[in-house]
Each structure stands twice: as C-alpha cells, then as structure tokens.
C-alpha cells in the first residue's frame, strides 16, 4: 500500500509545480483604444464635443472650416448652418409633437427641445493631395467636405494629423467662437532629416501654442454661435 501511495504523491506534487509554473493568456472584449488605434493606422482623426454646456441660451450655430498657411489665415472659410441648438415644436404638424415631447422628455408647457448637444468631428484622407473633414451632430444633421492638402520638405511628404483644442470656460457672450480641432500638416525637420507632427496635445485657443510656429498649412474647425434675441419660429 505504502509503494502505491507515494507514486501518487510524487505525481501530484509534478502536478502541482506545473500549474504554479504554467501561464495563461486571456481573451478581452475590445476596448475603445482598440478602436481608436485602429482608426489612427487608417488616418482618421476622430473627437467628439459634448455642446450641452451651451444650452442656457438659445444661439444660431454655424461650424467652419478655416484655411491657415505660414500662421496667416487665408480667408477661405468654409461654413455649415445647423440651424439653432433649440427647436421650436411649432415647426413639426400638431400631429407629431405629441411624439417629439415623448421623445425628448418635454413637459405640458415645453415649447421647444434641445437639438444640437453634442458634435462629431473626424478626419480622413481620400488621397496624397486631400482630405475629408466630417462635421455632424445628432439630430441636426452632418456634413463633409474635401480640403487640399500641401506636401512638406525635400522629398515632398504628405503628412497630416490634428490636435484638439483645450476648452477653456468661455464668457457669457452674445456671440462665442469657439476652436475645436486643428488638422494641419507636419513639419520638415532638418535636424534629424525627417517630416514630424509632436508637440502640446492640445492646442491653446488663444493661438499661442508653440507647436503652430512649426505647421506649414493648417485648418481650424470650430463652431460659432450667435444669441437669438427672440424664440423666432
């Protein structure tokens, strides 16, 4: 019986050193860098601004697309009218704005909902010379527009990327401009004989970043917004 059992205690403890020495790789679910790294291997330049901090005033909202070269805006602005960040019920038929208070949790006496509260932006290069600027909130609608790209030093590289713009609290104006994304093209580095995009990962809204003295041609993509005097229907 004794000859029996140490062969099995032998065994388990072969077992037992195995399992301590053995390691093991686990399956995850994607996670939203996954997402984002595999968006940036495909050059789109993906942020989303949550614009529901604006929502104590009704403003017109317009997004644009300025156009700098050498520091100097070019005067190329491209604009998109969504309209106001309020609608009024009114413009729906009496017969939908019982839904329309459903959906957007409207009370009795509501008389208009919040339709522009937050705002996609990304960017995609469609070939060496231009890229497509996407500009969309929810339930305003969206909108895409190619912009032209420049290449950069002596062997004449395409090579853009974009920094988001830090969103400092800004006064409580009738009219707000407001940067959200810098997309612009790197720089020749002569150096290290090499075109680079580095510098503050954000850019100051105040323009004083040092990374802006280095940037051949950029675009500034942000939002305007004036205040209605009134609840114009």
């Given at each position: ?58 403003y017109d909202v317009v997004f644009y697309i300025d156009e700098y070269r050498n520091g100097e805006n070019t005067d190329k602005r491209q ?109 020749y580095d002569e150096q290290f004989d090499l075109t680079r995009f580095c510098g503050e990962s954000e850019i100051d809204p105040g323009m ?26």
């Amino acid at each position: 019986m004794k000859n029996c059992i140490l062969p099995i205690i032998f065994m388990l403890a072969i077992t037992s050193a195995h399992a301590q020495d053995s390691l093991r790789i686990c399956r995850q679910d994607t996670q939203i860098e996954d997402i984002m790294a595999v968006f940036e291997a495909m050059d789109i330049n993906l942020y989303r601004f949550d614009l529901s901090g604006l929502l104590k005033h009704k403003y017109d909202v317009v997004f644009y697309i300025d156009e700098y070269r050498n520091g100097e805006n070019t005067d190329k602005r491209q604009g998109f009218h969504l309209g106001t960040n309020k609608t009024p019920l009114s413009r729906y038929p009496a017969e939908d704005r019982d839904k329309l208070r459903k959906d957007h949790g409207l009370g009795p006496d509501d008389t208009e909902f919040d339709s522009i509260t937050s705002v996609t932006i990304f960017s995609k290069e469609i070939n060496d010379s231009s890229a497509m600027i996407y500009i969309g909130c929810p339930m305003a609608g969206s909108m895409k527009t190619s912009v032209k790209q420049y290449p950069t030093g002596p062997d004449s590289v395409y090579f853009y990327s974009s920094r988001p713009f830090r969103l400092d609290p800004v006064a409580d104006t009738d009219t707000l401009d407001i940067p959200l994304v810098l997309y612009g093209s790197g720089w020749y580095d002569e150096q290290f004989d090499l075109t680079r995009f580095c510098g503050e990962s954000e850019i100051d809204p105040g323009m004083k970043s040092d990374i802006l003295q280095y940037i051949p041609h950029y675009y500034i993509i942000g939002a305007d917004l004036i205040r209605k005097d009134d609840d114009r229907k």
